[in-house]
């Protein structure tokens, strides 16, 4: 069974600074999606950024970046020049190519902001 | 481009009532998604629907059940509700043409069972 794994409940950071969010999964198949998504208050899961791993280069989004080492089976999430708008929940989550697009998240990351 | 959409927002049954959820998926979506979020965890994949017909299911029982109508919007239904459904129920939209088909959130509705 594939499984997602963050293990950091909470992570703070300043205003400006870069913060490293981290997540390794657990999987059998070769190809598959990788995403991290934020859910901020207002409870809505929006998507920051997806992996696909066939590709060997890092996704990036912005001030958002991956470091997806495949063989560790490790997506960490990379947050630059942190604002205060970043502060949420951040859940990795993963999925198969075939079948059902069921993702399968982690537990989440509640992420800090301190001005 | 409208988003995903979901109702009510919020709703409060007893134990043992049913439930229906409603979403409303993003324009040129044919893909409908239900997430169960308890609280202080991720969201757990309860079931999908494409072109009307269940696609998939997650380890749900069969109390919960599901409906895509011909504008791809959905219902979510449970029956005969327990305590432990307290729960944020997220629906998600994707379109089967997407290469990578990502899912796109609504807001949810917090359904609270006393």
């Known amino acids: 069974a594939q499984t997602v794994t963050q293990s950091q409940p909470e992570m703070s950071v300043q205003e400006a600074e870069t913060v490293t969010l981290s997540c390794t999964y657990d999987?059998?198949?070769?190809?598959?999606?990788l995403f991290w998504y934020k859910q901020p208050p207002s409870r809505q899961m929006i998507l920051v950024i997806r992996q696909e791993a066939y590709k060997q280069q890092n996704a990036t989004e912005n001030r958002f970046s991956v470091n997806f080492q495949k063989a560790a089976k490790s997506f960490s999430l990379k947050i630059s020049d942190s604002q205060l708008g970043d502060a949420a929940m951040y859940f990795c989550?993963?999925?198969?190519?075939?079948?059902?697009?069921?993702?399968?998240f982690g537990q989440g990351t509640r992420l800090t902001i301190n001005p | 481009e409208t988003g995903v959409t979901q109702s009510p927002t919020h709703l409060i049954k007893t134990r043992g009532q049913q439930v229906t959820l409603r979403c409303s998926s993003q324009s040129g979506h044919n893909t409908v998604s239900w997430y169960q979020q308890a609280l202080g965890q991720g969201p757990q994949f309860i079931f999908q629907?494409?072109?009307?017909?269940?696609?998939g299911r997650g380890n749900f029982p069969p109390r919960f059940s599901g409906l895509q109508f011909p504008n791809y919007s959905s219902e979510l239904n449970v029956n005969a509700l327990e305590l432990d459904d307290s729960a944020l129920y997220l629906c998600?939209?994707?379109?089967?043409?997407?290469?990578?088909?990502?899912?796109?959130f609504g807001p949810g509705t917090r359904l609270t069972v006393l």
């Open positions: 629907y494409y072109r009307e017909e269940e696609n």
């Open positions: 999987t059998s198949e070769s190809d598959y999606y």
């Open positions: 998600a939209s994707s379109s089967m043409k997407d290469l990578v088909d990502t899912q796109y």
């Open positions: 989550a993963y999925r198969i190519i075939q079948g059902a697009q069921k993702l399968v």
